[in-house]
Antibody, heavy 125, light 107 residues
Framework: EVQLVQSGAEVKKPGESLKISCQGS????????IAWVRQMPGKGLEWMGI???????????RYSPSFQGQVTISADKSINTAYLQWSSLKASDTAMYYC???????????????WGQGTLVTVSS | SYELTQPSSVSVSPGQTARITCSGDVLAKKYARWFQQKPGQAPVLVIYKDNERPSGISERFSGSSSGTTVTLTISGAQVEDEADYYCYSAAANNLGVFGGGTKLTVL
């Protein structure tokens, strides 16, 4: 059974750093792109970026222009885990964050039926 | 930039047909997917490749495409179909974009 299990809810202060995780199981983790999706309170889904865990360098990572430079996406294929991290959180980073296994062909990627349960990040002083 | 536009809300009575549209230039060249999201839950894939239905998704859900617009149709909408619906399409270079979402009310 394919599963994506995300790390638990976080409460942080502005300026703090944070790294949340998404661990895949039940499939060949290295061979599927993983996307990250943000959902701010009461708002819609926003596609943040995507990573190919088996890439040997940064060429396997893409960011939406809205999130480029704001977050870092990485992966550790040895433990089937993708990450989303911030170096300095802002209150506006408060949101639910989902990871989603993605179906990609050439340069076209689509979130699949497999999503994590979401990680709620709250940033408040 | 790549943008997908959806109506903010659609309302139907139980048993009626609900249609949710999604428009964007990228849809003339790329497939769309539709996701259903109920409160407090992760999104669920209900349509892929414009009009294909994943296994386990009710036959009430169907999709169509014409030019730069795709449409999600829910035939004989039920109260349990009340949810937010998002279209998605691929952009260039492995990037992606969601529509703004449509709140479907069935009452």
């Amino acid at each position: 059974e394919v599963q994506l299990v995300q790390s638990g809810a976080e409460v942080k202060k502005p300026g703090e750093s944070l790294k949340i995780s998404c661990q895949g199981s039940g499939y060949s983790f290295n061979n599927y792109w993983i996307a990250w999706v943000r959902q701010m309170p009461g708002k819609g889904l926003e596609w943040m970026g995507i990573i190919y865990p088996d890439a040997s360098d940064d060429s396997g990572t893409r960011y939406s222009p809205s999130f480029q430079g704001q977050v870092t996406i990485s992966a550790d294929k040895s433990i089937n885990t993708a990450y989303l991290q911030w170096s300095s959180l802002k209150a506006s980073d408060t949101a639910m964050y989902y990871c989603a296994r993605s179906d990609c062909s050439t340069t076209n990627c689509y979130p699949s039926a497999y999503w994590g349960q979401g990680t709620l990040v709250t940033v408040s002083s | 930039s790549y943008e997908l536009t959806q109506p903010s809300s659609v309302s139907v009575s139980p048993g009626q047909t609900a249609r949710i549209t999604c428009s964007g230039d990228v849809l003339a060249k790329k497939y769309a997917r539709w996701f259903q999201q109920k409160p407090g839950q992760a999104p669920v894939l209900v349509i892929y490749k414009d009009n294909e239905r994943p296994s386990g998704i009710s036959e009430r859900f169907s999709g169509s495409s014409s030019g730069t617009t795709v449409t999600l149709t829910i035939s004989g909408a039920q109260v349990e179909d009340e949810a937010d619906y998002y279209c998605y399409s691929a952009a260039a270079n492995n990037l992606g974009v969601f529509g703004g979402g449509t709140k479907l009310t069935v009452l």
